[in-house]
């Protein structure tokens, strides 16, 4: 790839999402009880047909809490939570399996957190044999699990093979001990290597790592030796994350040293030399922060046209119905999105009832599935044509979307798309600022102008 100034990626990085969804989940709205029965009775119709399914878990719980991170958890030291929270599991899957379509077939699914391996290796196996139980799995059923090696056995490995897991993420973040101690996460290198020995001996031999860059007290040499180390751990995929120092919205990102963290031109030094580093050492660049080989299933999906992107970022399968289980887990449906209850207890508490413990809602308008697929088309396949959306929405792209394409004329012009008479394309260079190039498609943005809720694009 091209390198791309400085002052070009400064000027592009600003506030906006990261369009794991569309509408994004700050349009979801606070659900009523008739807004419930409204979404039940959609799933009932829906469901007279059978689906392709994918399916995630949420295990939200962590030992210890990891200064930087974002997700939904709950931290305890407590295993024996596990049993109680996979008794509510059991019970949304009831509910959940009964609306399906009796010959729907799982084709994914999907452990994150938290920390799924938080579980013991038989309470894995529980929720493994509760799963089969209530759904109908594939021989060929892709079923990922993440992992963090400070909490992972060889009993872990086995009880997560046992139960037909075939793909693994391990969260690395930084292999060097000051940025680990900045960022209360410290993980020997050795250990992550034995992790990865113990998966490819039990037969889990496609693995993803994951990577931020732009944490505090990392360096660019640093960054260059995480990834050398990462190398040695052969993985498939690799997902590398800017750092998204959110505090307001994260509260414990402010334990953090901001004196400590990597000036903007370093950060972005870090994106350059990441990019370059793992393409020329075999990996494909996907999307705008996944890498994959070249013969393996993501590189596949995005030369397919059945790349897709998610709220745990791109996957394969476009088009399977999401339920999301556990809590804060969000689902996508059809024309919905709901997202479960963000607090333990509520959780806990709807499902003691028998009700589906749906915190918030969206039923997309005509005009977001048109916008979500614009939106996912760039994320995904790096530009649309106009005559395909004109074909499958009806409308004239260029008189629907005539205000997306003023907004994109200052990308344009610096060289990151290509607007032809019939199709919009992103350049390579492009990749870099896919999440700018969809904001410009983004309603509900434009109305908000800006949203502190977000991260910076680049």
């Given amino acids: 790839m091209e390198e791309v100034s400085l002052d070009l990626i400064k000027k592009y990085n600003v506030q906006g999402p990261r369009y794991t969804s569309y509408p994004t989940a ?10 419930r029965r409204k979404l039940l009775s959609y799933l009932e119709k829906h469901n007279r047909t059978a689906r392709e399914i994918s399916l995630y878990f949420h295990i939200p719980f962590c030992f210890s809490l990891c200064w930087y991170c974002g997700c939904t958890k709950v931290i305890t030291r407590d295993r024996d939570r596990g049993d109680l929270y996979l008794d509510y ?38 929720l493994g044999e509760a799963i089969q139980s209530r759904f109908i799995l594939t021989e060929s059923t892709e079923f990922g699990v993440e992992i ?9 490995i086995k009880a997560l093979r046992d139960i037909g897991c075939n793909r693994a993420s391990l969260g690395v973040q930084d292999t060097n001990e000051e940025v680990q101690k900045a960022i209360h996460r410290i993980q020997p ?10 998966l490819r001996q039990s037969g889990i ?8 860059y732009g944490l505090p007290r990392q360096t660019l040499d640093m960054f260059r030796q995480t990834m050398d180390d990462v190398l040695k751990l052969k993985p498939d995929r690799l997902a590398v994350y800017s750092y998204a120092h959110i505090p307001r919205l994260m509260p414990a ?30 990996y494909r660049f996907i999307g705008m922060d996944h890498f994959s080989r070249e013969d393996e299933e993501l590189a596949k999906a995005m030369d397919d046209g059945s790349l897709q992107r998610n709220f745990q970022g791109y996957s394969t399968h476009s088009g399977a119905d999401l339920y999301a289980f556990g809590m804060s887990g969000i689902s996508n449906v059809g024309d919905y999105y709901w997202q479960n209850n963000k607090q333990l207890d509520d959780y806990y508490e709807a499902l003691n009832t028998q009700t589906l413990p749906v915190a918030k809602t969206l039923q997309l308008c005509k005009d977001d599935k048109i916008r979500k697929d614009a939106i996912m088309r760039i994320m995904c396949r790096m530009g649309l044509s ?4 004109e074909e499958k929405w009806g409308i004239v792209f260029e008189e629907y979307f005539s205000d997306s394409l003023q907004r994109l004329a200052s990308l344009q012009n610096d060289g990151f798309v290509q607007i032809t008479k019939n199709e919009i394309r992103i350049t390579e260079q492009g990749r870099l600022f896919l999440r700018n190039i969809a904001m410009c498609f983004d309603r509900y943005l434009q109305a908000a102008k800006k949203d502190s809720s977000f991260s910076k694009t680049v």
């Fill in 26 to 35: 700050v349009q979801f709205k606070e659900t009523t009880e008739s807004g």
């Fill in 89 to 126: 599991l059991e019970r949304e899957m009831d509910i959940i399996s009964s609306l399906l379509h009796s010959d729907s077939k799982v084709i994914q699914i999907h452990f994150g957190g938290g920390t799924p391996t938080f579980l013991k290796p038989e309470q894995l196996l529980r």
């Fill in 148 to 156: 963090d090696p400070r909490r992972c056995s060889k009993e872990h």
């Fill in 189 to 198: 290198f050795e250990q992550t290597l034995q992790v990865a020995e113990w």
């Fill in 205 to 212: 031999d496609s693995m993803n790592c994951d990577l931020i």
């Fill in 253 to 282: 990102q402010k334990l953090l040293n901001e004196d400590e963290m990597p000036g903007t031109d370093e950060k972005l030094a870090m994106l350059r030399l990441g990019i370059s580093y793992f393409t020329e050492n075999g």
């Fill in 386 to 389: 106009f005559n395909e959306m």
